[in-house]
Nanobody
Framework: VQLQASGGGSVQPGGSLRLSCAASGVIFSINSMGWYRQVPGKEREVVAGMTESGFTNYADSLKGRFTISRDKNTLYLQMNNLSPGDTAVYYC??????????????WGQGTQVTVSS
């Protein structure tokens, strides 16, 4: 299963971006999906996650500004009121099973988000 992330870019503080992550492949089920971000020299951190049943969770510092959603096998991250501290490479992650009942975990290639004036 391959993931293709898109939607990153450069915005001014206070701006918004919507990231997308499209999965391709023979997916039977998805257990969980999520967004992570990483800046150089730091560990990758959780941004938001969603379970198969639709339960969502967010990093405490991002609640109210970021919204994770899903449409079939595409994951989205709506990011509002962005600040320079949100600058990072954003990665998507899926955890599930293929139609051959083989478990998989896949990462997207990362999309750069830069917030600056």
């Amino acid at each position: 299963v391959q993931l293709q992330a898109s939607g990153g870019g450069s915005v001014q503080p206070g701006g918004s971006l919507r990231l997308s992550c499209a999965a391709s492949g023979v997916i039977f089920s998805i257990n969980s999906m999520g967004w992570y971000r990483q800046v150089p020299g730091k560990e990758r951190e959780v941004v938001a996650g969603m379970t198969e049943s639709g339960f969502t969770n967010y990093a405490d510092s991002l609640k109210g500004r970021f919204t994770i959603s899903r449409d079939k096998n595409t994951l989205y991250l709506q990011m509002n009121n962005l600040s320079p501290g949100d600058t990072a490479v954003y990665y998507c992650h899926f955890d599930g099973r293929t139609t051959n009942w083989v478990p998989f975990q896949s990462w997207g290639q990362g999309t750069q988000v830069t917030v600056s004036s």
